[in-house]
Protein backbone atom coordinates (compact mmCIF):
# COMPACT_ATOMS: atom_id res chain seq x y z
CA UNK A 1 0.00 0.00 0.00
CA UNK A 2 3.21 1.97 0.94
CA UNK A 3 6.26 1.77 -1.02
CA UNK A 4 8.90 4.20 -0.85
CA UNK A 5 12.00 3.65 -2.91
CA UNK A 6 15.57 5.65 -1.90
CA UNK A 7 12.96 8.54 -0.93
CA UNK A 8 15.12 12.12 -0.03
CA UNK A 9 14.49 14.97 0.75
CA UNK A 10 16.82 17.76 1.38
CA UNK A 11 16.51 21.30 2.31
CA UNK A 12 19.36 23.43 1.34
CA UNK A 13 22.95 21.38 2.27
CA UNK A 14 20.80 19.94 5.08
CA UNK A 15 19.50 16.09 4.48
CA UNK A 16 16.09 15.87 6.05
CA UNK A 17 15.40 12.17 4.62
CA UNK A 18 17.98 9.85 3.33
CA UNK A 19 17.39 7.15 0.54
CA UNK A 20 14.31 5.17 2.88
CA UNK A 21 13.40 2.60 1.21
CA UNK A 22 10.20 0.25 3.07
CA UNK A 23 7.51 -1.15 1.91
CA UNK A 24 3.97 -0.88 4.17
CA UNK A 25 1.60 -3.67 3.27
CA UNK A 26 -2.36 -2.72 3.31
CA UNK A 27 -3.87 -3.31 6.70
CA UNK A 28 -0.63 -2.86 8.70
CA UNK A 29 -0.13 -0.80 11.32
CA UNK A 30 3.21 0.81 10.52
CA UNK A 31 5.45 2.66 13.59
CA UNK A 32 7.85 5.36 12.40
CA UNK A 33 10.08 5.78 15.75
CA UNK A 34 13.08 8.16 15.54
CA UNK A 35 14.13 11.47 17.41
CA UNK A 36 13.26 14.48 17.10
CA UNK A 37 14.52 16.21 13.36
CA UNK A 38 14.77 12.63 12.38
CA UNK A 39 12.87 13.30 9.43
CA UNK A 40 9.40 11.43 10.68
CA UNK A 41 7.31 14.22 9.71
CA UNK A 42 9.25 15.11 6.33
CA UNK A 43 8.34 11.36 4.99
CA UNK A 44 4.85 11.39 6.11
CA UNK A 45 4.59 15.28 4.39
CA UNK A 46 5.97 14.10 1.25
CA UNK A 47 3.74 10.86 1.27
CA UNK A 48 0.71 13.00 1.88
CA UNK A 49 1.64 15.28 -1.08
CA UNK A 50 2.40 17.99 1.05
CA UNK A 51 5.85 18.50 0.18
CA UNK A 52 7.73 17.36 -2.51
CA UNK A 53 11.13 14.86 -2.37
CA UNK A 54 14.56 15.68 -3.74
CA UNK A 55 14.69 12.54 -5.03
CA UNK A 56 13.68 8.69 -5.28
CA UNK A 57 10.51 7.14 -5.67
CA UNK A 58 7.14 6.84 -3.06
CA UNK A 59 4.10 5.53 -4.11
CA UNK A 60 0.29 5.33 -2.36
CA UNK A 61 -1.37 2.40 -3.63
CA UNK A 62 -1.55 2.81 -7.43
CA UNK A 63 0.02 6.91 -7.38
CA UNK A 64 3.33 7.56 -7.01
CA UNK A 65 3.57 11.20 -5.71
CA UNK A 66 4.63 13.51 -8.11
CA UNK A 67 2.11 14.56 -10.99
CA UNK A 68 -0.56 17.41 -9.24
CA UNK A 69 -3.18 15.12 -11.01
CA UNK A 70 -1.32 11.92 -8.95
CA UNK A 71 -1.69 14.47 -5.51
CA UNK A 72 -5.22 14.74 -5.73
CA UNK A 73 -5.90 10.92 -6.22
CA UNK A 74 -3.31 10.52 -3.46
CA UNK A 75 -4.88 12.92 -0.67
CA UNK A 76 -7.84 11.87 -1.29
CA UNK A 77 -7.72 8.20 -0.15
CA UNK A 78 -5.27 9.37 2.49
CA UNK A 79 -6.13 10.77 6.16
CA UNK A 80 -4.02 12.71 7.97
CA UNK A 81 -3.67 13.67 11.46
CA UNK A 82 -0.76 16.20 11.79
CA UNK A 83 1.37 16.94 14.87
CA UNK A 84 -0.76 19.98 15.91
CA UNK A 85 -3.84 19.57 15.56
CA UNK A 86 -5.11 22.65 13.61
CA UNK A 87 -8.69 23.03 13.91
CA UNK A 88 -11.18 26.33 13.66
CA UNK A 89 -11.18 27.08 17.75
CA UNK A 90 -14.42 29.24 16.59
CA UNK A 91 -16.46 27.03 14.80
CA UNK A 92 -18.19 24.03 16.34
CA UNK A 93 -16.68 20.30 16.31
CA UNK A 94 -19.38 19.59 13.64
CA UNK A 95 -18.71 22.79 11.55
CA UNK A 96 -15.01 21.71 11.35
CA UNK A 97 -16.13 18.07 10.21
CA UNK A 98 -18.76 19.08 8.05
CA UNK A 99 -15.94 21.47 5.96
CA UNK A 100 -13.74 18.77 5.88
CA UNK A 101 -16.04 15.76 4.64
CA UNK A 102 -16.78 18.67 1.95
CA UNK A 103 -13.69 19.01 0.87
CA UNK A 104 -12.92 15.30 0.48
CA UNK A 105 -16.18 15.21 -1.06
CA UNK A 106 -18.19 13.24 1.13
CA UNK A 107 -22.01 13.24 -0.21
CA UNK A 108 -24.00 15.31 2.46
CA UNK A 109 -25.96 12.21 3.43
CA UNK A 110 -22.87 10.21 3.96
CA UNK A 111 -20.87 13.17 5.92
CA UNK A 112 -23.74 13.54 8.13
CA UNK A 113 -23.78 10.20 8.84
CA UNK A 114 -20.19 9.60 9.35
CA UNK A 115 -19.86 12.81 11.40
CA UNK A 116 -22.68 11.14 13.78
CA UNK A 117 -20.59 7.94 14.25
CA UNK A 118 -17.27 9.37 14.85
CA UNK A 119 -18.37 11.62 16.98
CA UNK A 120 -20.32 9.26 18.71
CA UNK A 121 -17.81 6.55 18.92
CA UNK A 122 -15.66 9.61 20.73
CA UNK A 123 -18.09 10.36 23.16
CA UNK A 124 -18.82 14.29 21.45
CA UNK A 125 -21.51 14.01 19.42
CA UNK A 126 -23.46 15.53 22.35
CA UNK A 127 -21.26 18.21 22.56
CA UNK A 128 -21.10 18.45 18.73
CA UNK A 129 -22.40 22.49 18.61
CA UNK A 130 -19.84 23.45 20.86
CA UNK A 131 -16.98 25.51 19.66
CA UNK A 132 -13.99 23.70 19.59
CA UNK A 133 -12.11 26.65 21.21
CA UNK A 134 -14.05 25.32 24.43
CA UNK A 135 -12.82 21.55 24.27
CA UNK A 136 -10.13 19.84 26.02
CA UNK A 137 -6.30 19.07 24.58
CA UNK A 138 -7.77 15.60 24.14
CA UNK A 139 -11.06 15.59 22.86
CA UNK A 140 -9.93 18.21 19.96
CA UNK A 141 -7.16 15.46 18.97
CA UNK A 142 -10.23 12.77 19.31
CA UNK A 143 -12.32 15.33 16.58
CA UNK A 144 -8.56 15.74 14.98
CA UNK A 145 -8.69 11.62 14.30
CA UNK A 146 -12.56 12.34 13.62
CA UNK A 147 -11.37 15.12 10.65
CA UNK A 148 -8.77 12.60 9.42
CA UNK A 149 -11.25 9.71 8.74
CA UNK A 150 -14.61 11.78 8.16
CA UNK A 151 -13.78 10.53 4.25
CA UNK A 152 -12.97 6.79 5.22
CA UNK A 153 -9.39 6.97 4.00
CA UNK A 154 -7.16 3.64 2.66
CA UNK A 155 -4.69 4.65 4.33
CA UNK A 156 -4.28 6.89 7.58
CA UNK A 157 -1.28 8.56 8.52
CA UNK A 158 -1.06 9.93 11.82
CA UNK A 159 1.93 12.15 13.38
CA UNK A 160 2.49 11.97 17.16
CA UNK A 161 -0.99 11.62 18.31
CA UNK A 162 -0.35 11.49 21.66
CA UNK A 163 2.08 14.25 22.12
CA UNK A 164 1.02 16.39 24.57
CA UNK A 165 -1.62 14.55 26.05
CA UNK A 166 -2.30 13.62 29.65
CA UNK A 167 -2.37 9.61 30.29
CA UNK A 168 -6.31 9.51 30.30
CA UNK A 169 -6.38 11.06 26.95
CA UNK A 170 -3.83 8.88 25.44
CA UNK A 171 -5.06 6.10 26.54
CA UNK A 172 -8.54 6.96 24.84
CA UNK A 173 -6.64 7.83 21.58
CA UNK A 174 -4.41 4.53 21.58
CA UNK A 175 -7.73 2.60 21.86
CA UNK A 176 -10.23 4.54 19.43
CA UNK A 177 -6.76 3.05 17.08
CA UNK A 178 -6.94 -0.48 18.14
CA UNK A 179 -10.29 -0.24 17.17
CA UNK A 180 -9.19 1.30 14.15
CA UNK A 181 -6.59 -1.58 13.01
CA UNK A 182 -9.58 -3.70 13.38
CA UNK A 183 -10.75 -2.25 10.38
CA UNK A 184 -8.44 -3.54 7.81
CA UNK A 185 -6.92 -0.29 7.29
CA UNK A 186 -3.42 1.22 6.44
CA UNK A 187 -1.87 3.25 9.19
CA UNK A 188 1.47 5.02 9.70
CA UNK A 189 1.91 6.21 12.76
CA UNK A 190 4.92 9.03 13.26
CA UNK A 191 5.34 8.13 16.96
CA UNK A 192 8.45 8.80 19.94
CA UNK A 193 6.69 6.90 22.28
CA UNK A 194 7.88 3.21 22.49
CA UNK A 195 5.52 2.24 24.58
CA UNK A 196 2.68 3.56 21.89
CA UNK A 197 4.69 1.69 18.95
CA UNK A 198 5.00 -1.32 20.55
CA UNK A 199 1.38 -1.96 21.50
CA UNK A 200 -0.14 -0.24 18.48
CA UNK A 201 2.24 -1.77 15.68
CA UNK A 202 2.85 -4.83 13.34
CA UNK A 203 6.15 -3.14 12.57
CA UNK A 204 8.50 -0.66 13.18
CA UNK A 205 10.74 1.74 11.60
CA UNK A 206 13.58 3.25 13.44
CA UNK A 207 14.63 6.39 11.82
CA UNK A 208 17.38 9.28 11.62
CA UNK A 209 17.14 10.42 8.73
CA UNK A 210 18.29 6.98 7.29
CA UNK A 211 16.28 4.14 8.16
CA UNK A 212 18.13 2.13 10.67
CA UNK A 213 15.68 -1.07 11.05
CA UNK A 214 12.47 -2.08 10.47
CA UNK A 215 11.03 -5.32 12.19
CA UNK A 216 8.09 -6.38 14.18
CA UNK A 217 8.66 -5.19 17.91
CA UNK A 218 9.26 -8.43 18.83
CA UNK A 219 11.55 -9.22 16.92
CA UNK A 220 13.52 -5.67 17.43
CA UNK A 221 13.51 -6.59 20.85
CA UNK A 222 15.41 -9.83 20.43
CA UNK A 223 17.39 -8.72 17.62
CA UNK A 224 19.76 -6.58 20.43
CA UNK A 225 20.72 -9.95 22.79
CA UNK A 226 20.40 -13.51 22.45
CA UNK A 227 17.11 -15.20 23.83
CA UNK A 228 17.97 -15.65 27.75
CA UNK A 229 15.57 -17.99 29.88
CA UNK A 230 16.31 -17.49 33.50
CA UNK A 231 15.35 -20.78 35.45
CA UNK A 232 14.71 -19.84 39.38
CA UNK A 233 15.57 -22.94 41.62
CA UNK A 234 15.52 -23.61 45.53
CA UNK A 235 19.12 -24.65 45.03
CA UNK A 236 22.11 -24.58 42.52
CA UNK A 237 24.23 -27.63 42.17
CA UNK A 238 27.26 -28.45 39.58
CA UNK A 239 24.67 -32.08 38.76
CA UNK A 240 22.27 -29.59 37.85
CA UNK A 241 24.51 -27.60 35.69
CA UNK A 242 26.10 -30.34 33.93
CA UNK A 243 22.50 -31.34 33.45
CA UNK A 244 21.73 -28.43 31.04
CA UNK A 245 24.89 -28.08 30.06
CA UNK A 246 25.14 -31.31 28.45
CA UNK A 247 21.56 -30.16 25.93
CA UNK A 248 22.22 -29.08 22.61
CA UNK A 249 19.91 -25.50 22.67
CA UNK A 250 21.59 -24.22 24.95
CA UNK A 251 24.38 -21.87 23.64
CA UNK A 252 25.91 -20.67 27.16
CA UNK A 253 24.97 -21.24 31.29
CA UNK A 254 25.16 -18.67 33.65
CA UNK A 255 25.03 -19.13 37.47
CA UNK A 256 23.99 -16.45 39.99
CA UNK A 257 22.69 -16.62 43.34
CA UNK A 258 20.08 -19.34 42.66
CA UNK A 259 18.62 -18.81 38.96
CA UNK A 260 20.37 -20.39 36.04
CA UNK A 261 20.58 -17.66 32.98
CA UNK A 262 20.53 -19.79 30.13
CA UNK A 263 20.96 -18.50 26.64
CA UNK A 264 19.48 -20.09 24.10
CA UNK A 265 17.58 -19.19 20.32
CA UNK A 266 14.18 -20.55 20.69
CA UNK A 267 12.45 -21.32 24.27
CA UNK A 268 9.20 -21.93 23.45
CA UNK A 269 10.85 -25.01 21.67
CA UNK A 270 13.32 -25.90 24.27
CA UNK A 271 12.07 -25.23 27.67
CA UNK A 272 10.04 -28.51 28.80
CA UNK A 273 13.75 -30.08 27.83
CA UNK A 274 15.51 -27.37 29.97
CA UNK A 275 12.56 -28.09 33.12
CA UNK A 276 12.84 -32.16 33.15
CA UNK A 277 16.40 -32.24 32.75
CA UNK A 278 16.50 -30.03 35.85
CA UNK A 279 14.16 -31.82 37.83
CA UNK A 280 16.11 -35.38 36.62
CA UNK A 281 19.08 -33.38 38.19
CA UNK A 282 17.12 -33.19 41.74
CA UNK A 283 16.60 -29.64 41.13
CA UNK A 284 13.47 -28.04 42.71
CA UNK A 285 12.31 -25.25 40.26
CA UNK A 286 10.71 -22.28 41.73
CA UNK A 287 9.56 -20.29 38.05
CA UNK A 288 11.06 -19.48 34.89
CA UNK A 289 10.75 -16.20 33.06
CA UNK A 290 12.65 -14.70 30.21
CA UNK A 291 14.81 -12.14 29.93
CA UNK A 292 13.71 -9.40 27.41
CA UNK A 293 15.73 -6.44 26.30
CA UNK A 294 13.16 -3.57 25.70
CA UNK A 295 12.09 -2.06 22.79
CA UNK A 296 13.34 1.65 25.20
CA UNK A 297 16.85 -0.56 24.69
CA UNK A 298 17.26 -1.23 21.15
CA UNK A 299 15.57 1.79 19.89
CA UNK A 300 18.66 3.68 22.47
CA UNK A 301 21.06 1.41 21.23
CA UNK A 302 20.52 1.79 17.45
CA UNK A 303 19.85 5.48 17.75
CA UNK A 304 23.49 5.73 19.53
CA UNK A 305 25.19 3.75 16.51
CA UNK A 306 23.26 5.75 14.25
CA UNK A 307 24.66 9.01 16.21
CA UNK A 308 28.10 7.74 16.35
CA UNK A 309 28.24 6.74 12.17
CA UNK B 1 -10.58 24.69 -11.39
CA UNK B 2 -13.61 23.37 -9.70
CA UNK B 3 -15.14 26.50 -7.97
CA UNK B 4 -17.65 24.80 -6.14
CA UNK B 5 -14.51 23.83 -3.73
CA UNK B 6 -13.52 27.42 -3.43
CA UNK B 7 -16.71 28.27 -1.94
CA UNK B 8 -16.49 25.60 0.29
CA UNK B 9 -13.43 27.40 1.37
CA UNK B 10 -14.76 30.63 1.01
CA UNK B 11 -18.05 30.06 3.43
CA UNK B 12 -15.91 28.75 5.67
CA UNK B 13 -14.09 31.52 5.93
CA UNK B 14 -17.05 33.69 6.18
CA UNK B 15 -18.59 31.67 9.00
CA UNK B 16 -14.90 32.26 10.69
CA UNK B 17 -15.27 35.89 10.68
CA UNK B 18 -18.62 35.84 11.54
CA UNK B 19 -17.67 34.98 15.01
CA UNK B 20 -14.25 37.16 14.98
CA UNK B 21 -15.49 40.53 16.73
CA UNK B 22 -12.71 42.50 15.71
CA UNK B 23 -13.17 41.98 12.12
CA UNK B 24 -16.84 42.26 12.77
CA UNK B 25 -16.51 45.49 14.07
CA UNK B 26 -14.19 46.59 11.44
CA UNK B 27 -16.84 46.08 8.54
CA UNK B 28 -19.78 47.49 10.26
CA UNK B 29 -18.14 50.45 11.09
CA UNK B 30 -16.78 51.58 7.58
CA UNK B 31 -20.39 52.03 6.24
CA UNK B 32 -21.40 53.79 8.71
CA UNK B 33 -18.25 56.37 8.57
CA UNK B 34 -17.96 56.25 5.07
CA UNK B 35 -21.54 56.04 4.22
CA UNK B 36 -23.71 58.18 6.93
CA UNK B 37 -20.37 60.77 8.55
CA UNK B 38 -18.86 61.73 5.38
CA UNK B 39 -21.84 62.68 3.06
CA UNK B 40 -23.25 64.39 6.40
CA UNK B 41 -20.14 66.27 6.34
CA UNK B 42 -20.21 67.06 2.35
CA UNK B 43 -23.88 67.87 3.31
CA UNK B 44 -22.70 70.66 5.39
CA UNK B 45 -19.79 71.85 3.09
CA UNK B 46 -22.00 71.95 0.28
CA UNK B 47 -24.53 73.95 2.31
CA UNK B 48 -22.12 75.99 3.13
CA UNK B 49 -20.77 76.87 -0.31
CA UNK B 50 -24.36 77.43 -1.92
CA UNK B 51 -25.38 79.64 1.04
CA UNK B 52 -22.57 82.16 -0.29
CA UNK B 53 -24.03 84.96 -1.90
CA UNK B 54 -21.16 85.53 -4.43
CA UNK B 55 -21.39 82.26 -6.58
CA UNK B 56 -22.98 82.10 -9.57
CA UNK B 57 -25.28 79.06 -10.99
CA UNK B 58 -22.27 77.50 -12.56
CA UNK B 59 -20.19 77.97 -9.88
CA UNK B 60 -22.39 76.31 -7.03
CA UNK B 61 -23.08 73.47 -10.42
CA UNK B 62 -19.40 72.78 -10.21
CA UNK B 63 -18.89 72.76 -6.72
CA UNK B 64 -22.11 69.99 -6.21
CA UNK B 65 -19.74 68.01 -8.62
CA UNK B 66 -16.52 68.28 -7.33
CA UNK B 67 -17.77 67.35 -3.89
CA UNK B 68 -19.95 64.30 -4.69
CA UNK B 69 -17.52 63.42 -6.74
CA UNK B 70 -15.11 63.14 -4.00
CA UNK B 71 -17.91 61.57 -1.76
CA UNK B 72 -17.96 59.06 -4.21
CA UNK B 73 -13.86 58.19 -4.24
CA UNK B 74 -14.24 57.46 -0.92
CA UNK B 75 -15.66 53.91 -1.63
CA UNK B 76 -12.11 53.52 -3.44
CA UNK B 77 -10.49 53.21 0.02
CA UNK B 78 -12.76 50.64 1.95
CA UNK B 79 -12.06 47.88 -0.36
CA UNK B 80 -8.86 48.86 -0.25
CA UNK B 81 -8.41 48.96 3.54
CA UNK B 82 -10.75 46.18 4.82
CA UNK B 83 -8.56 43.40 2.64
CA UNK B 84 -5.82 43.92 5.10
CA UNK B 85 -7.98 43.09 8.21
CA UNK B 86 -9.84 40.33 6.34
CA UNK B 87 -7.22 38.73 4.19
CA UNK B 88 -4.30 39.22 7.29
CA UNK B 89 -6.77 36.73 9.17
CA UNK B 90 -7.90 34.46 6.03
CA UNK B 91 -4.00 33.44 5.76
CA UNK B 92 -2.04 34.34 8.62
CA UNK B 93 -4.57 33.55 10.99
CA UNK B 94 -5.01 29.87 9.41
CA UNK B 95 -0.67 29.80 9.90
CA UNK B 96 -1.42 30.96 13.66
CA UNK B 97 -3.78 28.40 14.41
CA UNK B 98 -1.88 25.48 12.40
CA UNK B 99 -4.57 24.57 10.60
CA UNK B 100 -3.60 25.36 7.00
CA UNK B 101 -1.35 21.71 7.43
CA UNK B 102 -4.89 19.67 7.33
CA UNK B 103 -6.28 21.98 4.93
CA UNK B 104 -3.24 21.78 2.46
CA UNK B 105 -3.46 17.98 3.11
CA UNK B 106 -7.06 17.66 1.41
CA UNK B 107 -7.78 16.79 -2.22
CA UNK B 108 -8.06 20.86 -2.91
CA UNK B 109 -5.18 22.45 -5.35
CA UNK B 110 -3.61 25.42 -4.88
CA UNK B 111 -5.62 27.84 -7.20
CA UNK B 112 -8.73 26.56 -5.45
CA UNK B 113 -7.45 27.11 -2.34
CA UNK B 114 -6.36 30.75 -2.85
CA UNK B 115 -9.57 31.50 -5.21
CA UNK B 116 -11.78 30.45 -2.09
CA UNK B 117 -9.60 32.35 0.54
CA UNK B 118 -9.23 35.33 -1.83
CA UNK B 119 -13.23 35.43 -2.60
CA UNK B 120 -13.87 34.87 1.55
CA UNK B 121 -11.88 38.47 2.01
CA UNK B 122 -13.50 40.05 -1.42
CA UNK B 123 -17.36 39.55 -0.60
CA UNK B 124 -18.04 40.94 2.87
CA UNK B 125 -15.09 43.99 2.07
CA UNK B 126 -17.65 44.85 -1.56
CA UNK B 127 -20.73 43.91 0.59
CA UNK B 128 -20.01 46.82 3.14
CA UNK B 129 -18.64 49.40 0.63
CA UNK B 130 -21.89 49.04 -1.84
CA UNK B 131 -23.94 49.30 1.41
CA UNK B 132 -21.84 52.47 2.21
CA UNK B 133 -22.07 53.59 -0.70
CA UNK B 134 -26.32 52.76 -1.32
CA UNK B 135 -26.67 54.57 2.25
CA UNK B 136 -24.35 57.74 1.13
CA UNK B 137 -26.46 57.89 -2.04
CA UNK B 138 -29.41 57.90 -0.55
CA UNK B 139 -28.73 60.49 2.23
CA UNK B 140 -26.82 63.02 -0.99
CA UNK B 141 -30.29 62.34 -3.49
CA UNK B 142 -32.32 63.33 -0.31
CA UNK B 143 -30.51 66.42 0.53
CA UNK B 144 -29.86 67.58 -3.08
CA UNK B 145 -34.12 67.26 -4.14
CA UNK B 146 -35.08 69.14 -1.21
CA UNK B 147 -32.73 71.91 -1.43
CA UNK B 148 -33.50 74.77 -4.05
CA UNK B 149 -30.08 75.60 -5.74
CA UNK B 150 -29.77 72.03 -7.12
CA UNK B 151 -32.96 70.18 -7.08
CA UNK B 152 -32.21 67.24 -8.61
CA UNK B 153 -30.82 63.49 -8.34
CA UNK B 154 -27.15 63.22 -7.99
CA UNK B 155 -26.27 59.84 -7.66
CA UNK B 156 -26.39 58.01 -9.41
CA UNK B 157 -24.30 59.50 -12.12
CA UNK B 158 -21.84 58.13 -15.13
CA UNK B 159 -18.69 59.04 -12.86
CA UNK B 160 -21.01 57.25 -9.38
CA UNK B 161 -21.25 54.19 -11.52
CA UNK B 162 -17.75 53.76 -12.43
CA UNK B 163 -15.92 54.21 -9.79
CA UNK B 164 -18.40 51.74 -7.52
CA UNK B 165 -19.21 49.03 -10.20
CA UNK B 166 -15.60 49.44 -11.80
CA UNK B 167 -12.70 50.44 -9.60
CA UNK B 168 -14.08 49.88 -6.16
CA UNK B 169 -13.82 45.99 -6.71
CA UNK B 170 -10.87 45.90 -8.79
CA UNK B 171 -9.35 48.03 -5.90
CA UNK B 172 -10.30 45.22 -3.76
CA UNK B 173 -9.08 42.70 -5.80
CA UNK B 174 -5.69 44.20 -5.72
CA UNK B 175 -5.77 44.78 -2.28
CA UNK B 176 -6.91 41.08 -1.44
CA UNK B 177 -3.93 40.31 -3.53
CA UNK B 178 -1.77 42.34 -2.35
CA UNK B 179 -2.74 41.01 1.52
CA UNK B 180 -2.26 37.42 0.32
CA UNK B 181 1.88 38.14 -0.74
CA UNK B 182 2.13 40.19 2.62
CA UNK B 183 0.81 37.04 4.45
CA UNK B 184 3.14 34.66 2.91
CA UNK B 185 6.63 36.59 4.18
CA UNK B 186 5.24 37.70 7.55
CA UNK B 187 4.03 35.61 10.82
CA UNK B 188 2.23 37.97 12.67
CA UNK B 189 -1.61 39.53 11.87
CA UNK B 190 -0.80 42.99 12.81
CA UNK B 191 2.37 42.76 10.54
CA UNK B 192 0.06 41.68 8.15
CA UNK B 193 -2.13 44.17 8.85
CA UNK B 194 -0.05 46.91 8.52
CA UNK B 195 2.19 45.76 5.45
CA UNK B 196 -1.01 44.99 3.65
CA UNK B 197 -2.06 48.54 4.34
CA UNK B 198 0.73 49.80 2.83
CA UNK B 199 -1.10 48.89 -0.94
CA UNK B 200 -3.69 51.95 0.33
CA UNK B 201 -1.32 54.47 -0.19
CA UNK B 202 -1.18 54.93 -3.90
CA UNK B 203 -5.18 55.25 -3.52
CA UNK B 204 -5.12 57.56 -1.18
CA UNK B 205 -2.84 59.78 -3.37
CA UNK B 206 -5.69 59.42 -5.77
CA UNK B 207 -7.80 60.40 -3.90
CA UNK B 208 -5.95 63.62 -2.78
CA UNK B 209 -5.23 64.17 -6.30
CA UNK B 210 -9.16 63.81 -6.91
CA UNK B 211 -9.57 66.38 -4.73
CA UNK B 212 -7.39 69.15 -6.05
CA UNK B 213 -8.02 68.69 -9.70
CA UNK B 214 -10.26 71.05 -10.85
CA UNK B 215 -12.88 68.71 -11.97
CA UNK B 216 -12.98 64.69 -11.51
CA UNK B 217 -13.24 63.46 -14.77
CA UNK B 218 -14.82 60.34 -15.97
CA UNK B 219 -12.25 59.77 -18.20
CA UNK B 220 -9.96 59.66 -14.86
CA UNK B 221 -11.68 57.10 -13.56
CA UNK B 222 -11.80 55.19 -16.99
CA UNK B 223 -7.48 55.35 -16.70
CA UNK B 224 -7.74 54.76 -13.15
CA UNK B 225 -10.08 51.92 -13.70
CA UNK B 226 -7.49 50.25 -16.65
CA UNK B 227 -4.18 50.97 -14.03
CA UNK B 228 -5.90 49.41 -11.71
CA UNK B 229 -6.96 45.94 -13.74
CA UNK B 230 -2.99 45.95 -15.18
CA UNK B 231 -1.77 46.31 -11.38
CA UNK B 232 -4.60 43.00 -10.64
CA UNK B 233 -3.55 41.17 -13.35
CA UNK B 234 0.02 41.48 -12.17
CA UNK B 235 -0.55 41.10 -8.48
CA UNK B 236 -2.65 37.33 -9.55
CA UNK B 237 0.15 36.19 -11.42
CA UNK B 238 2.89 37.10 -8.20
CA UNK B 239 -0.01 35.55 -5.34
CA UNK B 240 -0.14 32.61 -7.65
CA UNK B 241 3.73 32.52 -7.64
CA UNK B 242 3.50 32.99 -3.81
CA UNK B 243 0.80 30.35 -2.75
CA UNK B 244 3.27 27.59 -2.95
CA UNK B 245 2.11 24.96 -0.02
CA UNK B 246 5.81 23.85 0.45
CA UNK B 247 6.50 27.30 0.86
CA UNK B 248 4.21 27.42 3.19
CA UNK B 249 4.67 24.42 5.17
CA UNK B 250 8.33 24.66 5.42
CA UNK B 251 9.61 28.73 5.18
CA UNK B 252 6.13 30.25 6.92
CA UNK B 253 7.30 30.60 10.64
Redesign the interface.
Known amino acids: MIDLQNLTRK?GNLTAVDNVTLHVEEGEVFGFLGPNGAGKTTTV?ML?C???KTSGEARIGNYSVDT?ANC??I??M?G???E????????SAY?NLD??G????VPESKRKENIEHLLTLLGIWKRRED?VGTFSKGTKQKI?IA??LIHDPKVLFLDEPTANLDPEASKTVRDFILDLKKGKRTIFLNTHNLDEAERLCDRIAILKTKLIAVDSPKNLERSLYNRKTIVHLQNVTSSITAAVEKLGSIKNVRVSDNKLILDMDNPEKDNPEVVKAIVGAGGSIQYVTELRSTLEDVYLKLIREASVQ | MRLW?SW??TK?DL??FK??KYVLYSLIAMPIIMGVVLPVIFIFALNAEIGSATLTHAQVSAAVNQIVGLATMYFVLIPAILPSIIASYSFVGEKI?????????????DGELLLGKSLAAFIPCMAVTYIGAAISAIIIDVWSINTPQVGTFLIPNPYWLLVIGAIAPLACIMSVEANIIVSSKVNDIRAAQQLGGLVVLPLVFLVIFASTSASISTLLAISVSAALAIADIALFYLSKATFQ??EI??KWK
Open positions: FRCLIGELKRQVFLPNVGLYDSLQFYQLYEAARA | KIVKSVKNEKSLEPLLATPTTRELT
